[in-house]
């Protein structure tokens, strides 16, 4: 399976993870969208980066090679499923009483 098939999966799971399981449901929240925004900013700083500079690179092979800030889309899917997910589940565990010390 190639970057691009796993960054789109992510989305639907993600969606199904907030929606269904954790029933966090902040994909339907004004805060989450503003907050993205924000997170978004950065990540695509952070992203151009170490693109730019060769700090990382991908396998143009495995990317659709439509690039953001000389960063690949596909960055932007798992950076927003993996928020989705951090959020949803911080959510899910803190209502349950859950804490970290």
Same mark, same amino acid.
């Given at each position: 399976?190639? %970057?691009?098939?796993?960054? *789109?999966?992510?989305? +639907?799971?993600? &969606?199904?993870?907030?929606? %269904? /399981?954790?029933?966090?449901?902040?994909?339907?929240?004004?805060? =989450?969208?503003?907050? %993205?925004?924000?997170?978004?900013?950065?990540?695509?700083?952070?992203?151009?980066?170490?693109?730019?500079?060769?700090? *990382?690179? %991908?396998? +143009?092979?495995?990317?659709?090679?439509?690039?953001?800030?000389?960063? +690949?889309?596909?960055? *932007?899917? =798992?950076? &927003?499923?993996? /928020?989705?997910?951090? /959020?949803?589940?911080?959510?899910?565990?803190?209502?349950?009483?859950?804490?970290?010390?």
């Amino acid at each position: 399976m190639s %970057y691009t098939q796993l960054a *789109l999966l992510s989305i +639907p799971l993600v &969606f199904v993870f907030d929606v %269904y /399981i954790t029933k966090s449901r902040i994909l339907t929240r004004k805060s =989450f969208w503003n907050a %993205y925004a924000i997170m978004l900013f950065f990540q695509i700083i952070t992203n151009w980066w170490l693109t730019s500079r060769g700090i *990382l690179t %991908y396998n +143009p092979e495995v990317i659709i090679g439509v690039r953001i800030a000389s960063a +690949p889309v596909e960055d *932007l899917l =798992f950076g &927003f499923s993996m /928020i989705v997910m951090v /959020i949803s589940q911080w959510i899910y565990w803190g209502r349950r009483g859950v804490q970290v010390n």
